[in-house]
């Protein structure tokens, strides 16, 4: 069992910066691979970053390349997402997920992951 609590949410102007983080509990937390979604009002829960147990492979949907990046400490069983040059279209509750996954392809689908967090509201204002 892994429980997950995101920080670090807020509202910020437009070209601003965030940095969520996602601390796991459970003793195999670190094993597990994590993911950052958000979701915004009326639309469904998309895939943002996600990086293996060990860090070394980091994945991103488009939109957010160059400017967001995802990073672990595994010492501290924390999960980060460094959001920079934000955009009002960034405004969502962004959720922090883990699970056991071996495939590239199932990184991005939110079904392959097992442990959720509560969410954390981030706003962009233009």
């Known amino acids: 069992q892994v429980q997950l609590v995101e920080s670090g949410g807020g509202s910020v102007q437009a070209g601003g910066s965030l940095r969520l983080s996602c601390a796991a509990s459970?003793?195999?937390?670190?094993?597990?691979?994590m993911g950052w979604f958000r979701q915004a009002p009326g639309k469904e829960r998309e895939f943002v970053a996600a990086?293996?147990?060990?860090?070394?492979?980091?994945y991103y949907t488009g939109s957010v390349k160059g400017r967001f990046t995802i990073s672990r400490d595994n010492a501290k069983n924390t999960v980060f997402l460094q959001m920079n040059s934000l955009k009002p279209e960034d405004t969502a509750v962004y959720y922090c997920?883990?699970?056991?996954?071996?495939?590239?392809?199932?990184?991005?689908?939110?079904?392959?992951?097992?442990?959720w967090g509560q969410g954390t509201q981030v706003t962009v204002s233009s």
């Open positions: 997920a883990a699970g056991r996954i071996y495939f590239t392809t199932n990184y991005y689908n939110t079904n392959k992951y097992d442990y």
């Open positions: 459970g003793r195999t937390a670190s094993s597990y691979a």
């Open positions: 990086l293996n147990s060990n860090g070394a492979s980091t």
